[in-house]
């Protein structure tokens, strides 16, 4: 299937060679993954190569294995929904707005797809919702005791350190929320007794049970373990996240797609090229090339990535939802800014956009191809985006005295979605028989 479905199950097989993701061998036919074992990028490959090896002594199929790992995506998956609902409900958005929100995220026909494929994109999107979670629990926790609550620290550090291996995609989510908190401890600091808060995190990590301790502490050690990936590679490699090119020869990285691609591309660049300006290619490439890759359809490597366009009701509909969202969120602006979470919403979102706009467009300049431009990678901030497009789009309405109409107004968004292809619609409307295996 489409994603680097491939790609990841390749890098299961190798994980599954050894009991320990450090020290594996490289192999010049490993180039085929690109950095392949020296990818920080691995954790979830490592966690899945431990069914497969199971399921490779019980001597089931490759057809089963896939079809089961596949599952497992998307347990993670569906798991993240309930996740996020969790989230927008102790955001104090409401349930029904939560609902909704959890509605609409999953009629883009782009998650329901993603989430049947073995990737590392559908466990990332479930720990980029706990790390929200936690991160607002720790507000309420703070502001409600002026203390900086030890449980959801730790809980929260616990998490990065597993969540960072996942995929380095992660990591300025992570510090947006970071910055985050660091910006309420520095808005609230002349309420901080900062004298008090060493004794008062001593007394509260004392007063935990020792099995907690003790769970905690190895959490830590094994979050740890499997972060250090980044530092190994800076100390071998010199780079944190190195390219194929740096672990193999070059010849050996043609094996690799999106290494051969970029090479053959560069090489090939026509001298009268001139890149768009980087607000020309955010607004007339990135932007509509996203929404495009949002709802799409689009088959594997064995039929060439055979695409079809969006349907076009339904691409229109979500355009135009969004449209009125934005348009809302600004008319509320200052409401919006009232809410800590949509602060942070719009924070993290802001960072993370940027870094992912400005390296894509650094690959645009150097191929002169927008390439590498995929939909899945907004996912993990949907959710709260979405919710705080609707929000302010309530509060819209109400302040024009129509937000007694909502309820019909949301029952025929949802129905006029549906009915134009929404979710997996989209894929069983422009699927081609040979898509499938």
């Known amino acids: 299937m489409a994603f680097d479905e491939d790609f990841h199950m390749g890098l299961i097989k190798i994980y599954a060679s050894s009991w320990l993701p450090y020290g594996i061998e490289h192999t010049r036919d490993m180039a085929t993954y690109g950095a392949a074992t020296a990818d920080a990028s691995y954790l979830w490959h490592y966690i899945l190569s431990f069914p497969y090896r199971l399921m490779g002594l019980l001597g089931w199929n490759e057809r ?13 998956a569906v798991a993240s929904l309930f996740v996020y609902r969790k989230v927008l409900i102790e955001a104090r958005m409401g349930k029904a707005t939560s609902n909704f929100t959890i509605a609409l995220f999953t009629l883009i026909p782009i998650l329901p797809i993603l989430a049947g494929q073995v990737n590392y994109d559908n466990p990332l999107l479930l720990l980029i919702g706990l790390t929200f979670l936690l991160a607002l629990r720790w507000y309420k926790d703070f502001k409600e005791t002026g203390n900086i609550p030890i449980k959801q620290t730790y809980l929260l550090i616990i998490v990065v350190l597993f969540a960072s291996p996942i995929k380095y995609t992660y990591l300025p989510i992570a510090a947006g929320v970071a910055m985050w908190l660091v910006a309420i401890l520095i808005i609230n600091r002349k ?4 004298h008090k808060q060493w ?3 001593t007394k509260q990590t004392k007063s935990l049970p020792a099995q907690i301790k003790l769970l905690g502490i190895i959490l830590f050690l094994l979050g740890s373990f499997f972060s250090a990936h980044y530092a190994t590679n800076y100390f071998t490699y010199g780079s ?5 090119d740096e672990v193999f020869d070059d010849q050996a990285c043609l094996n690799y797609g999106p290494w051969n691609r970029n090479r053959y591309l560069s090489q090939h660049l026509s001298p009268d090229f001139h890149p768009v300006s980087f607000r020309e290619y955010l607004v007339g490439i990135w932007i509509p090339d996203m929404a495009e890759r949002l709802t799409f359809a689009v088959a594997g490597p064995t039929n060439d990535y055979d695409t079809k366009e969006p349907l076009p009701n339904l691409l229109g509909s979500l355009a135009i939802l969004c449209g009125i ?3 809302g969120a600004l008319v509320m602006i200052r409401r919006v800014l009232r809410n800590p979470f949509m602060i942070l919403t719009l924070f993290t979102s802001v960072l993370y956009l940027a870094l992912l706009s400005f390296r894509l467009y650094g690959s645009y300049k150097l191929t002169g191809e927008p390439v590498a431009i995929n939909g899945r990678y907004l996912l ?3 959710p709260p985006i979405i919710a705080t497009l609707i929000c302010a789009t309530v509060w819209l309405t109400t302040k024009l005295h129509i937000h007694k109409y909502l309820p019909v107004i949301a029952s ?5 979605l549906i009915f134009s292809g929404g979710g997996i619609l989209t894929y069983i409307i422009l699927a081609e028989p040979q898509w499938y295996w």
């Open 380 to 382: 993990p901030l949907l």
């Open 199 to 201: 004794r008062h995190l």
């Open 64 to 76: 089963v294995v896939v079809t089961v790992l596949r599952i497992v995506n998307v347990a993670t």
């Open 325 to 327: 969202g934005c348009v």
């Open 412 to 416: 025929a968004i949802l129905a006029t």
């Open 240 to 244: 944190l996240t190195p390219s194929c």
């Open 191 to 194: 309420k901080i007794a900062w």
